[in-house]
């Protein structure tokens, strides 16, 4: 059983940086795929970013390509979101996913129910 748990939102002004961590419990999580989820407010849930750690491609919406990098940490079992640039519109809490089967493309990961697990949720807020 796969448990993962975000952390490292928080508020910032626009322009400014967070790093969102997702600390993998349970399984190493470079034989997963993950992706990141947001949601704001009154909005339904919308997908950000996966990566597929078996050949380390990675697909971005594209509302964030550019600002928001992925990375890893083996030792730590930790994945991390690096988001920069951030804009009022970012503001959402940010679910991180794994999913342990490979899917071809990048089109099923940009659907939430493609994914096996989800962690709590880690709110983001940019203010203007």
């Known amino acids: 059983q796969v448990q993962l748990v975000e952390s490292g939102g928080g508020l910032v002004q626009t322009g400014g940086s967070l790093r969102l961590s997702c600390a993998f419990s349970?399984?190493?999580?470079?034989?997963?795929?993950v992706g990141w989820f947001r949601q704001a407010p009154g909005k339904e849930r919308e997908f950000v970013a996966v990566?597929?750690?078996?050949?380390?491609?990675?697909y971005y919406a594209d509302s964030v390509k550019g600002r928001f990098t992925f990375s890893g940490d083996n030792a730590k079992n930790t994945v991390y979101l690096q988001m920069n640039s951030l804009k009022p519109e970012d503001t959402a809490v940010y679910y991180c996913?794994?999913?342990?089967?490979?899917?071809?493309?990048?089109?099923?990961?940009?659907?939430?129910?493609?994914?096996?697990?989800w962690g709590q949720g880690t709110q983001v807020t940019v203010s203007s």
């Open positions: 990566i597929k750690w078996s050949d380390s491609s990675t």
């Open positions: 349970g399984r190493a999580f470079d034989g997963y795929a």
């Open positions: 996913a794994a999913r342990r089967a490979a899917v071809s493309g990048f089109v099923a990961y940009t659907m939430d129910t493609v994914y096996d697990y």
